[in-house]
């Protein structure tokens, strides 16, 4: 999923200098983007040259999502039924019609699956009419075949934001797919009694997350082996007892 290439930027490519420069490049789920050692932050590499953001995203998935737009413990025929569902869901959150969501998530399906093993997958878009993010969960009682490559998903996180927040989306999908992989934190969400505790669990998974990657920086963070530094969530896990 990802690819590096080391390049410094900036008026002495020394990271003492204290300017911002470019680490490396990032090939992510289809996008170039430019990580900065000193920040952690990205954006998109343009054809006239790297444009380094600002400021950091605030941006987590928590934070999109409401406890009106998870669904625990659902039954669904298809993987087209539970994007049908989700879609819908993001629909009410971000006030745009379920089609156009659907739509523009099918498309970005069948460029390549968006199931992550672990039994769940995040399909998501990135849409010119929306005006923020939004995020819908389902968790589903029994399995459903997700793709043509025998994928099997029982937790799904769909995703939906502004075209142009590129480096917003790439956040929210790198948290996703941590919170994801974590075997203790799915097994939790499985069994979470609400809407609210899903949120809460997931807020503080993320805020380890998020702590990680300010000590560590962001390309250490994608290279980081999935079982690598699993411990941390466990541990924040540990704390819900249901």
Known sequence: M???RRHFHGPTGSPSSGALYVWAFV???GFSVACTRRTGWIKRITTLGVVVLEGPSLITLSNCLSPEAIVLVETAPSARQVMTTLAGLLSEQLGLAPEIIEKAVQQREATRST????YAAIPHCRLADLPRF???LMSLSQPVRWDDEGHEVDLVVMMAGPLDA???HLRLLSNCSQLLTCEPLRAKLRHAPDAQGVIRLLAAAEGAVETRRSR???LRELRRDQAEGGDELADV?????W
Do not use: M
């Open 166 to 168: 590129v480096a917003a």
């Open 237 to 241: 896990v540990e704390r819900f007892t």
């Open 115 to 118: 199931a992550i093993g672990h």
């Open 216 to 218: 560590e920086g962001l």
């Open 2 to 4: 990802f690819s590096f």
């Open 134 to 136: 939004g995020a819908a």
């Open 27 to 29: 090939r992510y789920d």
